[in-house]
C-alpha cells in the first residue's frame, strides 16, 4: 500500500511557542491530504482538508489563524500549530488520497504526538 | 448531522474465534466505508473497504457486510490471532466529499 510518513514522531514544547508537523506522501503524490487530531481513547476528528496549491478547507470549530496549513507540493503537507497551549496537546495524524488507489482511499501516517507543557 | 458510531465499545474474544465488530451510520448519503485497525500510539491502517453497490466484500480473513436498509456494516475477521488485538474504526464517506467521517471505535482484545 500507499506509504505516508509524519515527522517529528513526538514533540514536547513550552506553552506559546509554535510548532510545525510534516506530512509526506513517500511513493505517490497527493492533491489532497487530511489533517486530525486524536485525544486520548477517542476517535479521529477531521481539522482541515489540505489542498495542493490552494487555501486548506477547516472543518466547523477549527481555527484556522491557530492551525496553519500548507500544502506546497504534492508530495507534502505541513501543519503549524501556533501559540500553542496545554488543552493543544493530543496526537495529530495526517493523511492522503491516492488516486491510483481508489478515488476514497486514504492512507494514515504514523501520528505525531504532542505534548504542550 | 451525520455520525457514525459503534455498539460496543470493547470486544473480547478467545484466540481462534471470529470476531465481529459493529457500526452504524445515520447519513442515508454515504456510499463509501472503510475499516480501520489502528494500534496503541500508531496511525489508522487499512483494512477493507465497501461501496454502497456491494453488500459484502472479503479480504484476507476479514469479511465486511453492508446492510443499507438499516445503516449498519460489521467486520468480520476469521481466526482471530493476538496480532488483532487493536481498535477498530469504521469510517464513511459520500460521493463528492472527500474527507472521512469516522465512528468512535471499538477495542479488540484477544485472550490467549
Known amino acids: 500500500g500507499a506509504v505516508v510518513s509524519q515527522h517529528p514522531s513526538w514533540v514536547i514544547c513550552k506553552s506559546g511557542t509554535s510548532v510545525k508537523i510534516e506530512c509526506r506522501s513517500l511513493?505517490?503524490?497527493?492533491?489532497?491530504m487530511f489533517w486530525y487530531r486524536q485525544f486520548p481513547k477517542q476517535s479521529l476528528m477531521l481539522m482541515a482538508t489540505s489542498n495542493e496549491g490552494s487555501k486548506a478547507t477547516y472543518e466547523q470549530g477549527v481555527e484556522k489563524d491557530k492551525f496553519l496549513i500548507n500544502h506546497a507540493s504534492l508530495t507534502l503537507s505541513t501543519l503549524t500549530v501556533t501559540s500553542a497551549h496545554p488543552e493543544d496537546s493530543s496526537f495529530y495524524i495526517c493523511s492522503a488520497r491516492n488516486p491510483g488507489g481508489g478515488e476514497e482511499t486514504q492512507y494514515f501516517g504514523p501520528g505525531t504526538r504532542l505534548l504542550v507543557l | 448531522g451525520e455520525s457514525v458510531g459503534l455498539h460496543l465499545p470493547t470486544l473480547s474474544v478467545q484466540e481462534g474465534d471470529n470476531s465481529i465488530i459493529n457500526c452504524a451510520y445515520s447519513?442515508?448519503?454515504?456510499?463509501?466505508f472503510i475499516w480501520y485497525k489502528q494500534e496503541s500510539g500508531k496511525g489508522p491502517q487499512f483494512i477493507i473497504d465497501?461501496?454502497?453497490?456491494?453488500d459484502k466484500r472479503q479480504g484476507q480473513r476479514v469479511t465486511v457486510l453492508l446492510n443499507k436498509t438499516v445503516k449498519h456494516l460489521s467486520l468480520q475477521i476469521a481466526a482471530t490471532q493476538p496480532g488483532d488485538s487493536a481498535v477498530y474504526f469504521c469510517a464513511e464517506s459520500y460521493t463528492g466529499r472527500r474527507a472521512l467521517t469516522f465512528g468512535s471505535g471499538t477495542r479488540l482484545q484477544v485472550q490467549p
Open positions: 511513493d505517490f503524490q497527493a492533491t489532497t
Open positions: 465497501i461501496r454502497s453497490n456491494m
Open positions: 447519513n442515508s448519503a454515504s456510499d463509501y
